[in-house]
C-alpha cells in the first residue's frame, strides 16, 4: 500500500473548553525592564529567602516536596500581624496551592457545576472568567458604580438572595482597587449560608481591610479567604498561595489538585519569607510612601487618574494608551493598557514600586503625556 496517511483533526475536548478563550499575559520580554505592568514586588525578595535558595540541599531536588510545618508558620506569620487574630487557627484551615491562581481553579472545579452562577464584580481580576467557563458557569458581573468605581453593594446583596454558587470578592479590587470593610464582607457571607463567599486578598497588606483578624470560620464556614506572598514578599516567580478557611471547605478544595502542586524550592523560600517579615513590611511602607507621592504629582498636573487600594492605579493618558505603552517601554518603563476592557478603555494600570522607581515613571511619563 502507498501513499502517506492523511490528516485528521485532533480529539475535541468538553464543549465548555471549546467555547473557552482563555486567560492570557504577557510571560515574555520583561527582563531588565522596570516592572509596572503586573503589581509584582519590584525590588525583589528578603535576603534571606535568596540564601535559602543558594543553600538549598542538592539531594533534595530529587525527593518529593514535604509541606511539615508550612502552614504553621504561615498561621504564626498571621497570629503575629498587627492585626492578629480574634479566633485561633488550625493546619486544617489552611490550604497550599501552586499561586493563588491555582487555588482559584481548585475552588471553582470543586464547587461549580454546569449552570451554577459564579457572582462577581466587574472589572475585576480576569482569571475569573475562564475557571468559571471551564466548569460550564454563568458568570453574573456586576458593574461598579460609577464616578469612583465603587463597590456595589446593594446589587450584590440583591443578587446573593438568587443563590449563586460562588461569590468572587477581590478586596481591594485588581485593578481600580475598590474595596469593602470588613464587616461589610462578612455581612455579604452571612446574608447567604449557601454560597461559597471566595475573598481574594492578595493586595491587602496595601488596604489593612482584611477579614482574617475578626471571622470566625467556625460560625462562617462560607468564607474563604485567599492569601498569597507574591505582591509583597516577592515570590511571584516561585508561585505559592494560601486560603483560610473552614477545615470542611479547605478540605474539599484540596481534593481537586495535586499532592505534590507546590515545589520545594517555593516551600523553601515561604518559611524564609515568614521569618523575615520586616523586609515585607518595610516594602510595603515605601509602597505606601510611592503611593502617595505619585498622587500628589499627577493631581498638581491635573492628570485624570484613580487610585484606592492596592499597589496600583489607573491613568487615563490624552493620547492612546496603546501608544504611551509603547513609548514607555521603549523608555524602559513597562506599564499595562487597558484597552477595550468595559470602564477602564483607555486608561493604563501602573503597578507602584518605591519612591525612586515612581519618580522614574513620572519623569517619562511627563515627557510623552504632560
Not at 458593574?143 to 468572587?168: S, T
Not at 462562617?220 to 494560601?242: D, Y
Not at 515585607?280 to 484606592?308: G, K, P, Q
Request: glycine residues 8%; proline residues 8%.
Amino acid at each position: 500500500m502507498t501513499g502517506s496517511t492523511p490528516p485528521f483533526p485532533p480529539p475535541g475536548s468538553r464543549p465548555e473548553v471549546e467555547r473557552l478563550k482563555g486567560y492570557s499575559a504577557p510571560l515574555e520580554g520583561r527582563r531588565g525592564l522596570l516592572r509596572l505592568d503586573f503589581n509584582e514586588n519590584t525590588l525583589g525578595p528578603s535576603p534571606k529567602v535568596v540564601a535559602a535558595i543558594r543553600t538549598f540541599p542538592e539531594e533534595l531536588i530529587a525527593v518529593y516536596p514535604e509541606y511539615d510545618g508550612l502552614r504553621e508558620a504561615f498561621i504564626t506569620n498571621l497570629e503575629a500581624s498587627k492585626e492578629g487574630l480574634l479566633h485561633p487557627l488550625t493546619s486544617e484551615q489552611v490550604g497550599v496551592f501552586n499561586g493563588v491562581d491555582a487555588a482559584i481553579h481548585a475552588v471553582i472545579h470543586a464547587y461549580g457545576a454546569p449552570g451554577d452562577t459564579l457572582l462577581t464584580t466587574s472589572p475585576t481580576f480576569g482569571y475569573y472568567a475562564p475557571c468559571a467557563a471551564m466548569q460550564g458557569m454563568a458568570l453574573e458581573a456586576i458593574p461598579h458604580g460609577m464616578p469612583g468605581f465603587v463597590v456595589p453593594l446593594d446589587a450584590l446583596r440583591a443578587a446573593l438572595e438568587r443563590k449563586p454558587r460562588i461569590l468572587m470578592l477581590c478586596n481591594p479590587n485588581n485593578p481600580t482597587g475598590a474595596r469593602l470593610a470588613a464587616d461589610q464582607v462578612l455581612a455579604l457571607a452571612a446574608s447567604a449560608p449557601d454560597t461559597l463567599v471566595v475573598v481574594d486578598e492578595l493586595y491587602e497588606a496595601f488596604t489593612g481591610d482584611s477579614v482574617l483578624p475578626s471571622v470566625d470560620f467556625q460560625t462562617q464556614a462560607n468564607v474563604l479567604v485567599l492569601r498569597s506572598l507574591a505582591k509583597t514578599a516577592g515570590l511571584a516567580g516561585l508561585r505559592l498561595g494560601f486560603s483560610i478557611g473552614h477545615p470542611g471547605v479547605v478540605d474539599r478544595v484540596g481534593r481537586v489538585t495535586g499532592p505534590y502542586d507546590v515545589n520545594s524550592l517555593a516551600v523553601a523560600a515561604a518559611f524564609a519569607a515568614l521569618e523575615d517579615q520586616a523586609y515585607t513590611n518595610n516594602y510595603v511602607s515605601e509602597v505606601l510612601r510611592a503611593r502617595d507621592w505619585i498622587v500628589l504629582e499627577m493631581t498638581r498636573s491635573r492628570v485624570v487618574f484613580h487610585c484606592d487600594g492596592g499597589n496600583y492605579l489607573l491613568v487615563w493618558p490624552e493620547r492612546p494608551a496603546d501608544e504611551v505603552e509603547q513609548a514607555l517601554r521603549s523608555r524602559g518603563i513597562l506599564v499595562r493598557s487597558m484597552t477595550g476592557k468595559p470602564q477602564l478603555h483607555g486608561s493604563l494600570r501602573v503597578s507602584i514600586g518605591t519612591p525612586e522607581q515612581m519618580q522614574r515613571f513620572w519623569r517619562a511619563y511627563s515627557s510623552i503625556c504632560v
